[in-house]
Each structure stands twice: as structure tokens, then as C-alpha cells.
């Protein structure tokens, strides 16, 4: 059986998309592209981990700075 990827079937509410408005929706798009480079192959366990964890820590050092800025995440 075939194996079924994701495609875009339409954009609603187009908009820019920046890190300061969309740093979860970014966040989530960058784990995602992460794991389909591991299931193509293209990223091997050990750099599929090393990159997810540095995105982790990215996510979570915006996150601490939107938090001292007042700000929810």
C-alpha cells in the first residue's frame, strides 16, 4: 500500500506568519517537517533527535521570554 502525505488543499484567512504571532504554529510546522525527514530518511534516529532537541529548547527560551515580557505563549 501506498503511504498517504499531507497535502494543501487551501489557504483561509491568509496572512503573514511571523515568530512573534505564531511561534506555536511554527513550533509544530518545524516538528513536523523534522519527522517526515526521519520517516524519508533523510535524517538518521541520532540527528533526528539532536535537531528536535534543539528545536525543543528553542520553543521553550521563546516561551520564557514572552513570559517575562507580561505576554501568554
Known sequence: MARQYASLERIEH???ITQETDHT???R???GLLLALKE???LN???YRHAQDRLDRQYREWVRKL???GERP
Open 40 to 42: 524519508q530518511g533523510q
Open 25 to 27: 504554529f511554527l513550533y
Open 29 to 31: 510546522l518545524q516538528d
Open 45 to 47: 534516529e541520532m540527528q
Open 67 to 69: 513570559q517575562q515580557k
Open 14 to 16: 491568509n496572512r503573514k
